[in-house]
């Protein structure tokens, strides 16, 4: 019985997926891909490879940019602000606690590159889409 319990268990990690997102590639102020769709157990691989940039859980709407220190809604995460300005392309791994839409931006140069776009969804759904997000980013 145990050992079906611990195999139970153990089955999200099992089947869980690495989503790599690329942070400011070509210097530009984007996430690449800029929407995830991933599974409870999953995580996803921010690596920043150009500047100086923060990757942050923002609300939906309302005064989206900058999102604060520490994120925003729940659960939040924010990496901090990591800088590749040395080519050490530092890394921020989120893992998905659950699958309700979570939305997240750049934090740097007080919300500028978030209202220019620097944002990015995981698992958005109809009613909360990542083109409402970034519209909802750059009118705040």
Known sequence: MFSKVFFLALLPS???????????ANNALAFSPTTITAAVGDTIT??????????????????ICPPPAGGAGFGPFDSGFLSN??????????TVVDTQPRFGA???????????????AINPDASHTYADFLANARAS
């Open 14 to 24: 099992i089947f869980a997926v690495n989503h790599a997102v690329s942070v400011g």
């Open 106 to 120: 750049c934090r740097q140069a007080n919300g500028g590159h978030c209202r220019a776009g620097m944002t990015f």
């Open 46 to 63: 921010f690596t920043v490879v150009s500047r100086n940039h923060s990757i942050s859980s923002a609300q939906f709407s309302g005064a």
């Open 85 to 94: 300005l040395d080519g050490s392309l530092p890394t921020f791994v989120y």
